[in-house]
Nanobody
Framework: QVQLVESGGGLVQAGGSLRLSCAAS????????IGWYRQAPGNQRELVAT???????NYAGSVKGRFTIARDNAENTVFLQMNSLKPEDTAVYYC??????????????WGQGTQVTVSS
């Protein structure tokens, strides 16, 4: 079982920055990959950035060079630093954790989401 608590969303002007945090509490589950997805109204949920347990990162092309994902394994927390924000970055941002439970089954969990709104 995993509980993901996100924070850091809000309203910012274009060109501004925000930092999202996701704190994971786990029971009988080992987190491997963890990251951020987003969903804008009328759109499907899409990957923003992920980081593996070994530190490998993956970014959507639209955010490369502007967003940075970082992971604190000791604190089971993942951060998303978002710079040079654009109105098209407006969405609900969700934290997702992928891993394995003690029975050996692969599973994933979602956070409740945090709204990011970028005004032009």
């Amino acid at each position: 079982q995993v509980q993901l608590v996100e924070s850091g969303g809000g309203l910012v002007q274009a060109g501004g920055s925000l930092r999202l945090s996701c704190a994971a509490s786990t029971s009988n589950f080992r987190i491997n990959g963890i990251g951020w997805y987003r969903q804008a109204p009328g759109n499907q949920r899409e990957l923003v950035a992920t980081v593996s347990s070994g530190g490998g990162t993956n970014y959507a092309g639209s955010v490369k060079g502007r967003f940075t994902i970082a992971r604190d394994n000791a604190e089971n927390t993942v951060f998303l630093q978002m710079n040079s924000l654009k109105p098209e970055d407006t969405a609900v941002y969700y934290c997702r954790a992928d891993g394995i439970n003690t029975s050996g089954w692969v599973d994933h969990y979602w956070g409740q989401g945090t709204q990011v709104t970028v005004s032009s």
